[in-house]
């Protein structure tokens, strides 16, 4: 008895490795980032763009409002692409965009803002991208809606008109 | 007195060397075991992609500060989760991975002390 039982045991055993290996085969091996939200903004300080002094995060955020911070860069081809959408979303008032120019130099990234308008209250120059791996971005462009110091959704890649007016609903 | 002033400096010179050479041993030894995450099979250690550039910048910046490996581990598992690590940790999604391979062992030695049980019988 004790005998037949073994070769029906280790055969199961071997059938369930199988299957568990074949359905693994089937798994997309290609890492899709998780879109980590309702996490609190990370303290960090950063250089400002235009006035050469170094802020901390605190002086940044206040409660109450909402913010969009969006990591972009001159050299980044769909940034070009979402600018228009950030434009619009800059004119209304119940949101602040803060921009994070990623590995970018000032010359570029002022002449892609004089060609296609400055939405941005304020701009971090983040020349080493230190502070685009503080937030936990993955490269350019990245947008993280923020309220009360939470980040309450994170967009990777552009924004387009479907993401834009999910924010506007968002920010009613 | 000279010669003391001399050797004291370049106890100096050496030491810094000895310090600076040991965040780059570790620098390494972080990024081996740090996933780039936008490079597909690739350590942060291997790739020249902007983001893993970034990486080996702030394990620099922390390793400056003080931070020790595990914190380190922990600063970038905190912003990009357990997938960033090689060495994936023990939890509820990886336990399989940690256990198998002992029941694996553990059966297979069954098995082999089993039949050299009965052949000796």
């Given at each position: 008895m004790k005998n037949k039982l073994l070769p029906?045991?280790?055969?199961?055993?071997?059938?369930?490795?199988?299957?568990?290996?074949?359905?693994?085969?089937?798994?997309?091996?290609?890492?899709?980032?998780?879109?980590?939200?309702?996490?609190?903004?990370?303290?960090?300080?950063?250089?400002?763009?235009?006035?050469?002094?170094?802020?901390?995060?605190?002086?940044?955020?206040?409660?109450?409002?909402?913010?969009?911070?969006?990591?972009?860069?001159?050299?980044?081809?769909?940034?070009?692409?979402?600018?228009?959408?950030?434009?619009?979303?800059?004119?209304?008032?119940?949101?602040?965009?803060?921009?994070?120019?990623?590995?970018?130099?000032?010359?570029n990234a002022k002449n892609f803002?004089?060609?296609?308008?400055?939405?941005?209250?304020?701009?971090?120059?983040?020349?080493?991208?230190?502070?685009?791996?503080?937030?936990?971005?993955?490269?350019?462009?990245?947008s993280f809606l923020i309220k009360d110091g939470i980040i309450i959704k994170r967009y990777i890649g552009p924004l387009n008109q479907k993401l834009f007016s999910e924010i506007n609903q968002l920010i009613k | 007195m000279k010669i003391l002033k001399l050797s004291f400096i370049f106890l100096l010179i050496f030491s810094f060397n000895s310090l600076k050479a040991s965040n780059v041993d570790m620098n390494s030894k972080i990024t081996k075991n740090l996933r780039c995450l936008i490079c597909q099979g690739q350590s942060v250690y291997d790739s020249d992609s902007e983001f893993a550039i970034s990486i080996k910048v702030i394990v620099d910046k922390k390793l400056e500060e003080g931070f020790s490996e595990n914190q380190i581990y922990d600063f970038f598992k905190e912003k990009y989760g357990d997938w960033i690590l090689y060495d994936p940790v023990l939890n509820k999604n990886t336990y399989i991975l940690w256990l198998l391979p002992i029941l694996i062992f553990l059966i297979g030695g069954a098995i082999i002390s089993k039949t050299f049980i009965i052949k000796k019988k």
């Amino acid at each position: 008895m004790k005998n037949k039982l073994l070769p029906i045991f280790i055969t199961s055993i071997f059938i369930i490795i199988f299957i568990f290996f074949y359905k693994g085969l089937q798994n997309s091996n290609i890492y899709t980032p998780e879109a980590k939200i309702n996490n609190k903004i990370p303290s960090f300080s950063g250089e400002l763009f235009f006035k050469d002094k170094i802020i901390n995060s605190s002086d940044f955020f206040k409660l109450d409002q909402f913010y969009l911070l969006n990591i972009w860069s001159s050299w980044c081809v769909p940034c070009r692409e979402e600018h228009p959408l950030l434009m619009n979303l800059g004119k209304n008032n119940n949101i602040e965009l803060i921009g994070i120019n990623y590995k970018d130099t000032k010359i570029n990234a002022k002449n892609f803002l004089s060609e296609l308008g400055n939405p941005y209250r304020k701009i971090i120059f983040d020349k080493k991208g230190v502070n685009a791996i503080e937030w936990g971005a993955y490269g350019v462009p990245e947008s993280f809606l923020i309220k009360d110091g939470i980040i309450i959704k994170r967009y990777i890649g552009p924004l387009n008109q479907k993401l834009f007016s999910e924010i506007n609903q968002l920010i009613k | 007195m000279k010669i003391l002033k001399l050797s004291f400096i370049f106890l100096l010179i050496f030491s810094f060397n000895s310090l600076k050479a040991s965040n780059v041993d570790m620098n390494s030894k972080i990024t081996k075991n740090l996933r780039c995450l936008i490079c597909q099979g690739q350590s942060v250690y291997d790739s020249d992609s902007e983001f893993a550039i970034s990486i080996k910048v702030i394990v620099d910046k922390k390793l400056e500060e003080g931070f020790s490996e595990n914190q380190i581990y922990d600063f970038f598992k905190e912003k990009y989760g357990d997938w960033i690590l090689y060495d994936p940790v023990l939890n509820k999604n990886t336990y399989i991975l940690w256990l198998l391979p002992i029941l694996i062992f553990l059966i297979g030695g069954a098995i082999i002390s089993k039949t050299f049980i009965i052949k000796k019988k």
